[in-house]
């Protein structure tokens, strides 16, 4: 039986352009993420990292065509599952924090309202159980005074508190297995990014979570992960244990992400 949850394996795709051609962006990416364990995917802007993410959850850009590979979920090819399928998988096993929380959540809504929405999707029951749960998972972020803040509008809320809004709606309200994460504290001041990092390592750890962590910021890494996946140009180049990678690494496009980010003496 593997120790991982899932399995990326040889996933190949490129965007059609005008012509109808098709310009190749990933080359064979295989990575696995084991179960309970947090694993960080690095590497510089472009290099496919997001493209990989969206693909887990069926949601990569229409112009994307997959020319191989697959994904296997508990063993099971996420693209094998028809939509129908997929949608169970979302959210239900596998959720995901976007860089930009305040745009992925909906303006129109208060907050309180979306989280209590998407508790009732997945997990069925009644509106005010629902909202109970939702100002629930508000506190339990540390967002102060959650029953006001539940009835308030996203724009309401700053980019940090957001960011804990998607949090709790991720893991709490979603309860999946896997959780991914997506430069989730780019763009915050330094002090709120440390506080969110460390809230989801402290939600990682109890509720048993595997976490995949999309982040440029290889301190961040060395903090919070146990495994590291290197990502240059559509190819993973490196993988193992974050020990190994910032003592030992054996390529040399991670030898200068790890000077450039200035953890050379680890390097
Ligand atoms: N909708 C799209 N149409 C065409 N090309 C795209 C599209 N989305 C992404 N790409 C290209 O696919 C490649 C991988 O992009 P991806 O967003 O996965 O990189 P990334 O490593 O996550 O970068 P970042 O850290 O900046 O988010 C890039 O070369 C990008 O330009």
Redesign the pocket.
């Known amino acids: 039986m593997s120790d991982a949850l899932l399995e990326i394996e040889d996933y190949s795709g490129g965007?059609v352009g005008e012509t109808g051609e098709l310009a190749p962006?990933l080359h064979g990416v295989s990575y696995r993420l084991k179960t309970g364990v947090m694993t960080a995917v690095v590497?510089?802007?472009?290099?496919?990292?997001?493209?990989?993410a969206l693909s887990v959850l069926g949601i990569q850009?229409p112009?994307?065509e997959r020319t191989g590979g697959r994904m296997l979920f508990r063993g099971v090819d996420l693209f094998g599952l028809d939509e129908r399928a997929m949608r169970r998988v979302r959210g239900a096993e596998i959720s995901m924090v976007f860089q930009d929380a305040r745009a992925a959540l909906n303006p129109v809504f208060t907050v309180g309202r979306q989280l209590a929405d998407v508790w009732q999707l997945q997990h069925g029951g009644g509106r005010r159980a629902a909202m109970r749960q939702a100002i629930e998972a508000l506190g339990r972020v540390s967002i102060p005074e959650p029953e006001r803040r539940a009835r308030q509008y996203p724009h309401e809320f700053s980019g940090g508190m957001a960011q804990r809004a998607m949090i709790a709606m991720a893991s709490l309200i979603c309860r999946p297995s896997l959780l991914i994460l997506d430069?989730p504290t780019t763009g915050l001041d330094v002090t709120i990014q440390s506080d969110i990092m460390e809230l989801i390592v402290e939600l990682s750890h109890t509720r048993g979570l595997t976490t995949c962590l999309?982040t440029?910021d290889l301190g961040v890494v060395a903090e919070t992960c146990q495994e590291v996946v290197v990502?240059n140009a559509?190819r993973v180049v490196e993988t193992g244990s974050a020990e190994a990678i910032f003592t030992r690494p054996a390529d040399g496009y991670t030898q200068r992400l790890l000077s450039a980010s200035q953890l050379v003496e680890a390097a």
């Open positions: 965007f962006v590497g510089e802007s472009g290099s496919g990292k997001s493209l990989v850009p112009a994307f430069e999309i440029h990502m559509g």
